[in-house]
């Protein structure tokens, strides 16, 4: 079946504009979370959706970024008046309860 | 310090080899162990998932956990050129997955 969708596949953006990432999570999985990879950085943890529960926003780095799960399916991550910093692939993953999460490709972000 | 530890690599090793990866952690909560494989400009794959202490094998693949030291490995038989990827090391937390900053593997033929 059908994986975990990100999009865009790339995404250059200049330095304070916004910008949108959207991910396309697994049919019937309840559980959808957004990492951050930078480079030599490993995967940081940035928000976490369970079902209809509030989100876990604990990771998100500032209050430029936003997340939002529309319907328990797709979800949006936003980040506004972008900054160099802010340059990393972006990972979504969903994952059923008590199960492994399946990963998207990312969607790299370079900010100019 | 980080709550998960891992060598960043990259690790060079010839076809055929046994290549071993490992990772270090401080929260002694954590139940569930994972590795997942990432090759460029793809998303993480789960490979091997773990649940407590012990030995798991499949294929040319076995996760060890060793919970009284805190320290997890991922051993590779038989390695081969496909196998050259980052290998990431993650444990569940309280709700989400804590990650190493992954190893970088090149097997050369």
């Known amino acids: 079946g059908a994986g975990v969708s990100q999009s865009p596949s790339n995404k250059v953006t200049e330095k304070g504009k916004d910008v949108e990432l959207r991910c396309d999570p697994i049919s019937g999985h309840t559980a959808l979370y957004w990492y951050r990879q930078s480079l030599g950085q490993g995967l940081e943890f940035l928000i976490y959706?369970?079902?209809?529960?509030?989100?876990?926003k604990s990771g998100l780095p500032s209050d430029r970024f936003s997340a939002e799960r529309t319907g328990g399916s797709v979800s949006t991550l936003t980040i506004q008046r972008t900054q160099q910093e802010d340059s990393a692939v972006y990972l979504c993953a969903s994952s059923r309860p008590g199960s492994p999460l399946h990963f998207g490709n990312g969607t790299r972000l370079t900010v100019t | 310090q980080k709550e998960v530890e891992q060598d960043p690599g990259p690790l060079s090793v010839p076809e055929g080899a046994i290549v071993s990866l490992n990772c270090t952690y401080s929260?002694?909560?954590?139940?569930?162990f994972m590795w997942y494989r990432q090759y460029s400009r793809k998303g993480p794959e789960l490979l091997m998932y773990t649940y407590s202490s012990g030995n798991k094998e499949d294929g040319r693949f076995t996760a060890q956990v060793d919970k009284s030291s805190k320290y997890i490995s991922l051993f590779i038989r038989d390695s081969q050129p496909s196998d050259s990827a980052t290998y990431l090391c993650?444990?569940?937390?309280?709700?989400?997955?804590?990650f190493g900053t992954g190893t970088r593997l090149q097997v050369f033929p």
């Open positions: 993650a444990m569940l937390g309280t709700d989400k997955l804590i």
């Open positions: 929260n002694s909560a954590f139940q569930y």
């Open positions: 959706f369970q079902g209809n529960s509030a989100p876990d």
